[in-house]
Antibody, heavy 116, light 107 residues
């Protein structure tokens, strides 16, 4: 059974750093498109970042501040978030996709609140 | 970036109604379009991928159509559990982009 469990969301001050984790089971993260999607309170969905093989990509809004990575030995994907701003406040979801089949499985999400 | 324009943003409908939601892409995306359903406080759930392929386990009253720049999600007979917000997603190119969402409310 495919499972994704995100952890790491907290209340943090503007300018701070945070690392989110997405622990996967039932499949191998290195063989799939692993994606972070976020949703600000009461708002729509925003694609944040993807890692597949040796490639990564980022939304313009987080480029240079966020870094996606993967630990194959732990079957876990990470999102390192630096220079956090109030508009980064959101539930962050981890999702698995494949070529031509995006975001099929989602985790339950983890809430990041950036506020002083 | 490809912009996805979804309409309407809100709609009121009754149980048994046929519901149609439209998504328009700012440039051609072939059939790289997915639809998601999200209920309040819940995780988004994929309904349709590749514009018209029904996700396993999703009721057949949901269907998707379109290609290029115009896409449609249809619910043939709205059920009580279908009141939710629906989002389209283009996965033709990065950055992936979502539509703004359509909230289907009870009339």
């Amino acid at each position: 059974e495919v499972q994704l469990v995100e952890t790491g969301g907290v209340l943090i001050q503007p300018g701070g750093s945070l690392r989110l984790s997405c622990a996967a089971s039932g499949f191998t993260v290195s063989a799939n498109f692993m994606t972070w999607v976020r949703q600000a309170p009461g708002k729509g969905l925003e694609w944040v970042s993807v890692i597949y093989g040796g490639d990564t990509d980022y939304a313009e809004s987080v480029k240079g501040r966020f870094t996606i990575s993967r630990d194959n030995s732990k079957n876990t994907v990470y999102l390192q978030m630096n220079s956090l701003r109030a508009d980064d406040t959101a539930v962050y979801y981890c999702a698995r996709g494949r070529s031509g089949s995006p975001l099929e499985y989602w985790g339950q999400g983890t809430l990041v609140t950036v506020s002083s | 970036d490809i912009q996805m324009t979804q309409s309407p943003s809100v709609m009121s409908a009754s149980v048994g109604d046929r519901v149609t939601i439209t998504c328009r892409a700012s440039q051609g995306i072939s059939n790289y379009l997915a639809w998601f359903q999200q209920k309040p406080g819940k995780v988004p759930k994929r309904l349709i991928y590749a514009a018209s392929s029904l996700q396993s386990g999703v009721p057949s009253r949901f269907s998707g159509s379109g290609s290029g720049t115009e896409f449609t999600l249809t619910i043939s007979s709205l059920q009580p559990e279908d009141f939710a917000t629906y989002f389209c997603l283009q996965h033709n190119s990065y950055p992936l982009t979502f539509g703004g969402g359509t909230k289907v409310e009870i009339k």
